[in-house]
């Protein structure tokens, strides 16, 4: 398995704001998600953290509200922007090994928007 | 886009057997996952498969049948501690390796 951080584990910011989310991984991974979970629903994908080009998105999710960064092989960031009351959520990122198809998640942040 | 569904709530007892149906409507199909989450926590892998058949890893093993679009996932021995959200997910080749969740189950074990 993977060891994975995220920072902040949680916040509570006001409306109109951002907060940019860090996820750190112990070792090199291919890939990196970011995923949503609002309060009782399962997860959804947000976008796909590509390594030194721009992330992929998915339905409903954009760069200009969400911007994602991925410097490196370990690290990536994602922002979220201009937040508003409907933004509170729980944030994770996944990873996955080149060498097979298991996908660990991080302990996740906790986000809520006053 | 896929389609997932799952039950939305199981409830078995102690020392039972109890299995998960997970259905799904999607293209190019390229794997099926099983995750457990405890609220409060994040996902844990249980299962992957992306062949037809059988997975057994200890008490859960997980089932797939790519030509009826059809997975479960198989708790034996339930334990107090089994009582999660059991989250179905699938990856389809044009998205990479992301994974699309069903809505879960809700499982409760009882005593």
């Known amino acids: 398995s993977a060891v994975i951080s995220q920072k902040p584990s949680r916040d509570i910011c006001q409306r109109g704001t951002s907060l940019t989310i860090q996820c750190q991984v112990d070792s090199q991974v291919t890939m990196m998600f970011w995923y949503r979970q609002q309060p009782g629903q399962s997860l959804t994908l947000i976008a796909t953290a590509n390594q030194g080009s721009e992330a992929t998105y998915e339905s409903g999710f954009v760069i200009d509200k969400f911007p994602i960064s991925r410097p490196n092989l370990t690290f990536s960031t994602l922002t979220v922007s201009n937040m508003s009351p409907e933004d509170s959520s729980i944030y994770l990122c996944s990873v996955q090994r080149a060498y097979n198809n298991e996908q660990f998640f991080g302990p996740g942040t906790r986000l809520t928007v006053l | 886009g896929q389609n997932i569904d799952q039950p939305t709530e199981m409830t078995a007892t102690e020392g039972a057997i109890v299995q998960i149906n997970c259905t799904y409507q999607t293209s190019g199909f390229n794997g099926l996952f099983w995750y457990q989450q405890h609220a409060g926590e994040a996902p844990t892998f249980l299962s992957y498969?992306?062949?037809?058949g059988l997975e057994e890893k200890g008490r859960f093993s997980s089932f797939l049948s790519r030509s009826k679009g059809y997975s479960y996932l198989l708790l034996k021995e339930l334990q107090m501690k089994d009582s999660a959200s059991y989250l179905c997910a699938v990856t389809v080749s044009n998205s990479g390796y992301a994974l699309n969740f069903g809505k879960g189950t809700s499982l409760l074990v009882t005593p």
């Open positions: 498969n992306v062949l037809d």
